[in-house]
């Protein structure tokens, strides 16, 4: 089975890997910051705060907004589970935004519709999570405006989005936003094992989340509350987490980092095969909105309706049979049994609903060969077959 996504380890990821392994340091060593460094240094950020996962940066960007009890949280309804999970960690409840039918992104149109509705309620998000799908930033100035005007914080989940750009600023940069969060999970476009980075602009920001991914613990001396009684003395300071990055996985991702312009250009020229393939294809492909560089991370192809032919889900079967591993990116968030247990139902977002009875993530990776691009558009040029 052709996966849709794989990671792409080189000699030279092997042996940063191994050097790490005979250092002194497997974990707390000099590689963490060495990676942040790099990365916040590419995105042009002023911090970055690495951490075990996506996930846990999700979780820490909400606490050190302040988000908790009481609060709203909204993320876009097209999106991993964890985008809107970081919410209720929290203990914040979590609502959804409907997608542009174009970008399938988070469309700000009908969020600000909703910030009307919320408003009058007095149900306004104190966070909105937009998230950059396939690699294609979500419309961030419009977000901007609104969040100005609405008062509400901004995370990015760029979690597919490493590489790209905004308006010739590189996503991470948070130009637009308060915190931008990357996922370095194998799928994704440069890889740790597990991994994720919270990166922002504020120095306070930064500071709480590197207090929340380490137990809430400091030895900082100039931030102490209390004369150190010791050399030994450290303080809690607040209620945090383990959720440290390693060194080994630093060492992974500081040596992919070498070849993260390089990935993004094949995903991209896979993109532009695959467009060309696929134009005379009863599907639809996708689009890339002008002032945007996608990373892609994912190449969506959607069944047109309407048309004589096979539905989705035959689509999908004929692929997997044919050895082409297709996914659904996503079906929408809150249609998961365990938000339809608080309460969300069908109908909230009819655009993401109409996307996830529509959409097939077909291979994207690097290591893709043009033959393997030839052979799934030869199979999905079988699927659509009537
Ligand atoms: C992968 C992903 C995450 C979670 O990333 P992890 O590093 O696996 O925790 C969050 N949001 C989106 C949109 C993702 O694709």
Not at 46 to 75: E, F, K
């Amino acid at each position: 089975m052709i996966p849709y996504g794989r990671q792409s380890i080189s000699q030279e990821d092997i042996h940063a890997v191994i050097e790490v392994l005979r250092s002194d340091f497997l974990t707390q060593g000099p590689t963490v910051p060495k990676f942040e460094k790099a990365i916040a240094d590419y995105c042009g950020a002023a911090h970055a705060v690495a951490v075990n996962s996506a996930t846990s940066a999700l979780h820490i960007a909400c606490l050190a907004l302040g988000a908790g009890p009481g609060d709203h949280v909204w993320t876009s309804a097209n999106t991993f589970v964890a985008s809107a999970n970081c919410a209720r960690y929290c203990g914040a409840e979590t609502d959804f935004v409907d997608i542009d039918p174009q970008t399938y992104n988070i469309c700000p149109v009908k969020l600000a519709d909703k910030l009307v509705e919320a408003e009058k309620s007095g149900t306004l998000p104190k966070i909105v999570i937009p998230v950059h799908i396939a690699g294609q930033s979500c419309d961030m100035t419009a977000i901007h405006v609104l969040a100005q005007q609405y008062g509400f914080r901004v995370i990015e989940d760029a979690s597919h989005a490493i590489g790209g750009s905004y308006q010739d600023i590189k996503i991470g940069a948070c130009r637009y936003c308060d915190i931008t969060i990357f996922s370095f999970h194998p799928v994704k476009i440069i890889t740790t094992g597990e991994g994720g980075m919270a990166l922002t602009n504020n120095s306070e920001l930064a500071w709480k989340m590197q207090l929340l991914r380490s137990h809430g613990i400091t030895r900082e001396p100039d931030r102490l509350e209390n004369p150190p009684e010791g050399p030994w003395y450290y303080e809690q300071q607040m209620l945090g987490f383990n959720y440290r990055m390693i060194d080994i996985e630093a060492a992974l991702g500081l040596s992919q980092m070498a070849r993260l312009d390089a990935f993004v250009e094949r995903r991209n020229a896979i993109a532009r095969q695959y467009d060309r393939l696929l134009a005379d294809l009863p599907l639809r492909i996708p689009t890339t909105t002008a002032g945007n560089v996608s990373s892609f991370h994912l190449y969506v192809v959607r069944t047109k309706s309407g048309q004589p032919g096979p539905d989705h889900r035959t689509v999908f079967e004929r692929l997997r049979a044919a050895g082409i591993g297709v996914n659904l990116h996503y079906m929408p968030v809150y249609l998961q049994p365990d938000f339809v247990r608080l309460g969300f139902a069908p109908g909230l977002c009819p655009e993401a609903e109409k996307y996830a009875q529509s959409a097939i993530s077909i291979p994207m990776f690097p290591g893709l060969t043009d033959e393997t691009v030839r052979e799934t558009v030869a199979a999905l040029a079988i699927a659509v077959v009537p």
